[in-house]
């Protein structure tokens, strides 16, 4: 259980940070508005459509009586809405890194200056490193469409597919959401998709503990913007301990601490 509370004290101390050093937070909004605009139409068009489509892959319900017909068609409704926002929590992140990938790599940097030690930078030219974000991602969300059409057809097992199947989706959700926001730290480290998905799964407990409330966090609308900044900057400090839990320094800067004089500026956001 203490894993769990330092991962949540990872995602509360890169808020702070994010805080603290207010251009970073700032520039890394912008990626988030763009991305965020395409998802809420696309939510919106899901909540209107999801009975429709419950109505359509149940036919054999049409002659259920009440109130069975209605209890199976609005569990259905809600958990085609959860697996929607389960999908929309992973891609979006995906997208919005991917977008804003040149503001989000300065701001790791910044948290390992300002933390101390190495300062990695992947030396590869923009797109490449945008080339391999986005093949990553692919792979990722691959995983996460396995995962979420298994626990789609177990949210036909009565209660427990209303109960148990979202909570599980929720941690599933959560530990590839960290995955994709520690990328931007390892992937400086050197460290390719399989090697990552190892890291993890040794302190799969302290990413749940980050990933999951974070994507609680961002099922409200407009808080995945504003809390994306802090969730690199969060995600830096918690790849820091990942790779080297004896040498990673205490991830709250302080009030005293500030961007250094000749630190420097962040790269142009780009699409």
Known sequence: MSDL?????YLMKGQRWV???????????????????????????????ADDFVGWA??????????????????LTALVFVFGLFLAVITFTA?????????YESLSEQVDRT?????????????????ISARDSVRILL????YGIV??????????????????????????LAEEL????????????????????????????????????????????FLMPGAVAGATLLARDLVDPDAATDPDPGPGTADSGDAPAPRAWSA
């Open 143 to 146: 995983r996460v469409a396995l």
């Open 115 to 131: 933390e101390g030690g190495e300062v990695p930078e992947s030396g590869l030219p923009l797109w490449r490193d945008l080339w």
């Open 19 to 49: 805080a603290q050093h207010g251009r970073w937070l700032g520039f890394g909004l912008l990626p988030g508005l763009v991305t965020l605009v395409v998802y809420a139409v696309a939510l919106i068009g899901l909540g209107y459509g």
């Open 182 to 225: 520690t990328a931007v730290a390892l992937q400086r480290r050197g460290m390719v998709l399989k090697d990552r998905l190892v890291l993890l799964r040794g302190r799969r407990t302290l990413v749940l503990g980050f990933g999951v409330p974070l994507t609680l966090a961002f099922l409200v609308p407009f808080v995945a913007v």
């Open 95 to 103: 997208v919005t890194l991917l977008v804003g990938q040149p503001s």
């Open 151 to 176: 626990l789609f057809a177990c949210g036909f097992i009565p209660v427990v597919g209303q109960t148990v199947v979202p909570a599980i989706g929720f941690c599933v959700s959560g530990y590839f």
């Open 58 to 75: 149940t036919p054999f319900a049409d002659d259920w009586s009440s109130p069975w017909q209605g209890l199976l068609r609005t569990g």
């Open 5 to 9: 509370g330092a991962g949540f004290g």
